[in-house]
């Protein structure tokens, strides 16, 4: 059974009753709490009574504690008290994955690059980060790899720094099958710990404005850009899925990547145009489609089985103009050169060699789906052509769900 939390005890107690109430130490059930986090990072939130609740009169001895972001065990010392205190001589099992087969770029809102040596000034504070990504491994996934091997080789080779003999990489690494993407990132932390308090004030300044020249220059980091031109020349860095962007404001992060697009005026009135021509045909269609039905129903209503079993001249004549109507929708696409990382857009503003680049996958049916959609402004069906949707309370169901379907199969 699935629900939410605010009807789970219900949902608990009517499985319950399915148990044989004398054999409860031996209850083979589970709950399974899909990421039980949310919300508590708020300091008051009309879950948290939900939550308490639920955790204080679970019955099912059995429970699975599925999210990314699950404190440690002596971070929860007190929710894991409870359970226990609950269910004597229950074992709680720990089951976490540090998988680390690629990196995922972080940045930030002026693309640079966030990475603990660029970003903490403060030596206390460097060390808390350490302690806290070495303690919680998935965060390397997050670490960006070709920024942390330039802060190793370029550390490695400064001539006012010496690096402890041990942690040497002529020395630390033995040979060249220990070296993977986990076993850097490992060895960039070691660095970051061994460095005295006295000598942090020089590497930070020094890596800090090496950042900062080669944003400008373009010299030292390959492939710098503001990261926000996702439309032309960074859609290469959308890689092996659908990426989600978080924004403040969505219409202007939209309207922007319009304009970085620089779809011509006239493709983008050809598009406007036939979508407010099929906009007109859809209207059409809606009205016809309604009084059909509401014909349809008269005749239920009244019992007029026979009525239903052949058209009358009426729902024959409003049949006929549906089939018109349909016929002369008009098909609307966009030149490949604006999907972003398609082989055209690549050739345009990339490099045609890039294999992992993520690229949409709109076919004409869905192209029809999105024409068809009520009360959507034309924009966003533009950028849906483009492949990319907007997640917003502010828009209609049927359009979010859309985006929804597509993001799952993975077509934006």
């Not at 972080?106 to 640079?112: A, Q, R, Y």
């Not at 965060?139 to 802060?151: G, S």
Request: negative net charge; glycine residues 2%; aromatic residues 10%.
């Amino acid at each position: 059974m699935i629900c939410d939390i605010k009807s789970y005890l219900c949902a608990m107690r009517y499985m319950m009753s399915f148990n044989d109430e004398l054999n409860q130490t031996n209850n083979d059930m589970i709950m399974f709490w899909d990421e039980p986090t949310i919300t508590l990072d708020y300091e008051s939130h009309e879950c948290h009574e939900y939550i308490s609740k639920n955790w204080q009169e679970n019955e099912i001895p059995n429970i699975v504690l599925s999210s990314a972001t699950l404190p440690d065990e002596i971070e929860i010392g007190d929710t894991i008290s409870g359970f226990k205190m609950n269910f004597e001589n229950s074992i709680i099992h720990k089951i976490s994955s540090s998988e680390c087969k690629k990196s995922i770029q972080l940045t930030n809102t002026s693309g640079e690059v966030i990475l603990p040596h660029l970003v903490y000034k403060n030596y206390d504070d460097l060390q808390k980060c350490i302690h806290h990504c070495i303690h919680n491994r998935t965060i390397f996934r997050y670490l960006d790899l070709h920024y942390i091997c330039i802060f190793i080789v370029l550390l490695n080779e400064d001539d006012k720094y010496t690096i402890i003999p041990e942690l040497q990489i002529r020395d630390y690494f033995e040979s060249i099958y220990d070296i993977d993407m986990e076993s850097i990132k490992e060895y960039y932390f070691k660095l970051l710990q061994s460095i005295p308090v006295d000598s942090w004030d020089y590497i930070y300044t020094k890596f800090k404005t090496m950042n900062n020249i080669a944003i400008e220059k373009n010299k030292y980091y390959k492939d710098i850009s503001n990261g926000m031109n996702i439309t032309t020349c960074d859609a290469f860095t959308l890689t092996d899925g659908p990426t989600i962007f978080i924004a403040d404001n969505v219409e202007k992060i939209a309207k922007y990547c319009i304009q970085q697009s620089k779809i011509p005026q006239h493709e983008i009135s050809k598009i406007n145009n036939d979508i407010q021509f099929n906009n007109k045909i859809n209207h059409e269609i809606i009205k016809i489609t309604k009084t059909l039905e509401d014909i349809i129903q008269k005749d239920i209503d009244a019992g007029n089985e026979k009525k239903l079993q052949k058209d009358s001249p009426e729902t024959k004549q409003l049949r006929n103009k549906l089939n018109e109507l349909n016929k002369i929708y008009k098909e609307i696409s966009i030149d490949k050169i604006y999907v972003p990382n398609s082989l055209s857009h690549l050739h345009k503003w990339c490099d045609e060699s890039i294999k992992n680049g993520f690229s949409s996958n709109i076919t004409n049916i869905d192209v029809q789906r999105i024409m068809e959609l009520p009360n959507i402004e034309d924009i966003w069906k533009l950028l849906l052509l483009m492949g990319i949707g907007l997640f917003s309370k502010d828009k209609p169901i049927e359009y979010t769900e859309i985006v929804k379907e597509f993001a799952d199969n993975q077509k934006l």
